[in-house]
């Protein structure tokens, strides 16, 4: 079954695919955070077999989906999913007797009642669509499980309908080759006990019942940087990046993944940390990557050379910090850093000189690659280091990157919540609207707003 839900706030699309995830077997659903985003999506794959849909959203409310749908898909059923009263909305005014299959449910609405209403429909979509029977099992997304080694609680995958296999106990390490070889072809999902999944509060992108234990070792995680790629397309899929972007970046950090260089101590060291590294700032560098080359293809700057610049600057540029904090500071004054030795903030003050002087050293990257790794902690305000560079001084593909590293920091902040998108743009476009920012924060203004 195919399910397009269209919800412009995250929290509740990943509570409610979750739902889904665990009512139906073999459910494929597909976001969309905008109705104008829906239809393009409709208008390129029009094979679903229900929508799920808000009313109120910042690019293109409901109405607009279920006018295309009407004109369009008439067949297709549509669940108006909003805090809105149907009765008040003119356009669903025939709303249950365009489609007999039509079903409104009111937010607020608890899980259970979501999924007694869900399953009614579904049945009456299809007898073939076959609902889970077996509530003793909750669906945890496989690739969750690649960045860690160890569960705290046992690990199950499905053979039928109603049979489970535990194949990692609780306590147990495992290995990325573990995991896969006990996935069939096309699954996604392994399996954890309903008591299990209640008593560590699971959430989408959240596997407290997942560490990393002190015996990992290299052998385990030689596959680190392809494992956060699939964890980070997972992140990319509500932030909105294009297609041909992730794939070029996706190119370079191949590159990057693959580089062996002939200077140990210098530029391979930087290499092994970014490849090993399970972190935000390891997160937040492919992110920058993803989202600073979006920029550029919208500046009219989509060269393949110019993703290779801002993506090797993105993954090397904290390569030599060890605290996550750090990745966050662009001011060694700000409050946080209070509470970090001198010694460390040494380090936060020299690692972008330090770091732009090994990719300098090493021949191997663009001109403009070192560059953008000495300023990326300068900030439109003039309050950044390594030189207090004003956004009139600081370089053009430099603001570039730092509107992008900007953004990536606020997101996080809000758990990728894309209703809060239009906020973060408008309070950023009060910093970086000046000098040398202001084109770039022009281009991440039209992607999000």
């Known amino acids: 079954m195919r399910i397009l839900f269209i919800d412009d706030d995250d929290s509740v699309r990943q509570l409610y695919t979750m739902l889904l995830d665990n009512l139906v077997d073999n459910v494929e659903i597909i976001p969309a955070i905008s109705g104008n985003q829906a239809i393009k999506i409709l208008k390129e794959d029009a094979n679903f077999d229900l929508l799920l849909c808000d009313y109120r959203m910042e690019d293109g409310n409901g109405d607009i989906v279920y006018q295309y749908i009407k004109k369009n898909l008439p067949k297709t059923p549509f669940v108006l999913f909003t805090t809105e009263d149907i009765n008040n ?5 025939n709303f249950f007797r365009d489609n007999v299959l039509n079903c409104f449910i009111q937010k607020p609405v608890k899980p259970a009642k979501f999924k007694l209403d869900m399953a009614g429909l579904i049945s009456r979509i299809s007898s073939g669509y076959i609902l889970e029977s077996n509530t003793a099992f909750k669906k945890i997304r496989y690739i969750y499980f690649l960045r860690f080694n160890k569960v705290l609680c ?27 070889r006990y996935l069939r072809p096309g699954e996604q999902f392994l399996y954890i006990t309903e008591s299990d999944y209640n008593s560590f509060s699971t959430t989408f992108a959240q596997t407290p019942f997942l560490i990393q234990s002190d015996n990992y070792n290299n052998k385990q995680i030689e596959n680190t940087v392809t494992s956060t790629i699939e964890i980070v397309h997972e992140l990319i899929r509500t932030v909105g990046v294009g297609s041909t972007v992730v794939s070029l970046v996706d190119s370079c950090v191949s590159k990057i993944n693959s580089d062996n260089s002939n200077d140990p101590d210098r530029l391979d060291g930087l290499l092994k940390k970014v490849r090993n590294r399970q972190d935000y700032i390891n997160d937040h560098s492919f992110l920058v990557a993803y989202i600073g080359s979006a920029i550029s293809k919208k500046m009219g700057l989509g060269s393949d050379v110019m993703f290779e610049k801002v993506t090797y600057a993105a993954l090397l540029h904290d390569g030599l910090l060890d605290d996550p904090q750090f990745a966050w500071e662009a001011d060694t004054s700000h409050p946080a850093l209070v509470n970090f030795s001198e010694a460390q903030l040494k380090i936060l003050h020299s690692h972008p000189l330090e770091t732009a002087k090994i990719i300098s050293d090493s021949h191997r990257f663009p001109k403009d690659v070192e560059l953008i790794v000495a300023q990326h902690h300068e900030n439109p305000e003039g309050t950044g280091f390594p030189r207090q560079l004003s956004a009139v001084k600081i370089s053009p593909m430099v603001a570039i990157f730092l509107v992008a590293h900007a953004f990536v920091n606020e997101i996080y902040k809000v758990d990728f919540n894309t209703a809060k998108y239009r906020a973060i743009i408008k309070q950023m476009n009060k910093r970086f609207s000046k000098g040398n920012y202001k084109q770039p924060m022009s281009a991440l203004s039209d992607l999000y707003i």
């Open 89 to 93: 909305l003119e356009v669903f005014k």
């Open 154 to 180: 046992d690990i199950y995958i499905k053979l039928s309908k109603d049979k489970f296999v535990k194949f990692i106990n609780s306590g147990d390490e495992y290995s990325k080759e573990n995991i896969k």
